[in-house]
């Protein structure tokens, strides 16, 4: 993957000096004792795919950060002029509506989009300033919610900022051992925000975990609601990622990944699912609390940053091949999406995990 899709898990893999390398669809095992069969037409090979061209209509290189469906994405391309960043919705039928524009001079960054269906709300800074905006599915009615932001934290994250309850949610460091929480209506008022002790980041909404951004990994999750803690239940040298479903467990041996697990946050349930070639593709784990998404090491990877990519249902235990070559994966919205080709003749490929059958 390229660097600009590398998750925080990954670089601290790096700082601890592993190299691993990616999965081989053939490297994938179920713990002894499982003896589900295998269906004849895996979900996910029935579940919505796409094409995308990598350049807008009028030009300029389209690059998502966030899918509506297989199709209908959301995310930022420069002006034809090339002196402004246009965030904007590209429909189905490649029809675009501009949502924001903002100078280059400016050094713009949209980032950390969110949706719950009918609005998008999304990170927008400048120099060192963020703010919080939503606008209409559609791409109408773009508003400014918050300036308020505080020190934002993301972490490449699907949950860097969350919409619930009517609200959109984020994470801001309080100093170098707490966190805060805050939160503004979708309607427009007042930020809010709690304080937590530690340094924590969002997951599903309520829910904190931390660990993100340093070498230790999840250990201990939280709900700011009831108050409840659950510590991750992991042993010996292992990096897990955790909601409160599951964790992704990289378990480490002295030359390297032994493997990777997929276990409850208590240590129950716990199954390998991929063995001492595999390596994480995306920041989150346990897509949609059912799909990994991981990779298959290509003998070109560390020229050309493109590897295999490959999904495991966790529901029916199959890995499906998703691409033989692939660079900036990510997933947002229960959609994972990836590039192929280079600077002029990018496409950009999605699946949609919604619509894998159950």
Same mark, same amino acid.
């Given at each position: 993957?390229?660097?600009?899709?590398?998750?925080?898990?990954?670089?601290?893999?790096?700082?601890?000096?592993?190299?691993?390398?990616?999965?081989?669809?053939?490297?994938?095992?179920?713990?002894?004792?499982?003896?589900?069969?295998?269906?004849?037409?895996?979900?996910?090979?029935?579940?919505?795919?796409?094409?995308?061209?990598?350049?807008?209509?009028?030009?300029?290189?389209?690059?998502?950060?966030?899918?509506?469906?297989?199709?209908?994405?959301?995310?930022?391309?420069?002006?034809?002029?090339?002196?402004?960043?246009?965030?904007?919705?590209?429909?189905?039928?490649?029809?675009?509506?501009?949502?924001?524009?903002?100078?280059?001079?400016?050094?713009?960054?949209?980032?950390?989009?969110?949706?719950?269906?009918?609005?998008?709300?999304?990170?927008?800074?400048?120099?060192?300033?963020?703010?919080?905006?939503?606008?209409?599915?559609?791409?109408?009615?773009?508003?400014?919610?918050?300036?308020?932001?505080?020190?934002?934290?993301?972490?490449?994250?699907?949950?860097?900022?969350? +919409? /619930?309850?009517?609200? @959109?949610?984020? %994470?801001? *460091? =309080? !100093? #170098?051992?707490?966190?805060?929480?805050?939160?503004?209506?979708?309607?427009?008022?007042?930020?809010?925000?709690?304080?937590?002790?530690?340094?924590?980041?969002?997951?599903?909404?309520?829910?904190?975990?931390?660990?993100?951004?340093d070498q230790t990994g999840a250990t201990r999750l939280r709900n700011p609601v009831t108050g409840r803690d659950v510590d991750v239940r992991t042993s010996g040298a292992e990096l897990a990622t955790c909601g409160p479903v599951l964790c992704r467990v990289l378990v480490v041996a002295a030359g390297g990944l032994?493997?990777?697990?997929?276990?409850?946050?208590?240590?129950?349930?716990?199954?390998? +699912? /991929?063995?001492?070639? @595999?390596?994480? %593709?995306? *920041? =989150? !784990? #346990?897509?949609?609390?059912?799909?990994?998404?991981?990779?298959?090491?290509?003998?070109?990877?560390?020229?050309?940053?493109?590897?295999?990519?490959?999904?495991?249902?966790?529901?029916?235990?199959?890995?499906?091949?998703?691409?033989?070559?692939?660079?900036?994966?990510?997933?947002?919205?229960?959609?994972?999406?990836?590039?192929?080709?280079?600077?002029?003749?990018?496409?950009?490929?999605?699946?949609?995990?919604?619509?894998?059958?159950?």
């Amino acid at each position: 993957m390229t660097a600009a899709s590398s998750s925080p898990r990954r670089r601290r893999l790096a700082l601890a000096g592993l190299t691993v390398a990616l999965v081989a669809a053939t490297a994938l095992i179920l713990l002894p004792g499982r003896k589900d069969p295998a269906p004849a037409t895996p979900a996910v090979a029935q579940a919505q795919r796409a094409q995308l061209p990598g350049n807008l209509a009028d030009g300029p290189i389209f690059k998502p950060g966030l899918f509506l469906d297989a199709r209908t994405a959301v995310g930022v391309a420069p002006t034809p002029s090339g002196d402004q960043l246009r965030l904007v919705l590209r429909a189905s039928d490649g029809k675009i509506t501009e949502i924001r524009r903002r100078p280059l001079t400016q050094n713009p960054v949209f980032d950390s989009f969110a949706t719950d269906g009918a609005v998008i709300a999304w990170t927008e800074s400048a120099a060192t300033r963020t703010e919080i905006w939503a606008a209409a599915v559609d791409g109408t009615r773009a508003r400014r919610l918050s300036a308020d932001t505080g020190n934002f934290v993301g972490y490449g994250s699907a949950y860097d900022l969350v +919409i /619930a309850e009517g609200a @959109a949610h984020w %994470a801001a *460091a =309080d !100093g #170098a051992d707490r966190t805060e929480i805050r939160s503004v209506p979708l309607s427009g008022g007042a930020t809010t925000r709690s304080t937590q002790d530690g340094v924590w980041a969002l997951t599903a909404w309520p829910w904190l975990v931390n660990g993100a951004g340093d070498q230790t990994g999840a250990t201990r999750l939280r709900n700011p609601v009831t108050g409840r803690d659950v510590d991750v239940r992991t042993s010996g040298a292992e990096l897990a990622t955790c909601g409160p479903v599951l964790c992704r467990v990289l378990v480490v041996a002295a030359g390297g990944l032994a493997g990777i697990d997929v276990m409850r946050p208590d240590g129950g349930d716990r199954r390998r +699912i /991929a063995g001492p070639e @595999a390596s994480a %593709a995306l *920041a =989150d !784990g #346990a897509v949609l609390d059912r799909f990994e998404v991981l990779g298959r090491e290509r003998p070109d990877s560390a020229t050309t940053g493109a590897e295999g990519l490959v999904v495991h249902d966790l529901a029916e235990g199959v890995t499906t091949d998703l691409a033989a070559a692939a660079e900036s994966a990510s997933s947002r919205n229960g959609v994972v999406w990836w590039s192929t080709g280079g600077l002029d003749d990018t496409v950009w490929h999605t699946i949609d995990l919604r619509t894998a059958r159950r």
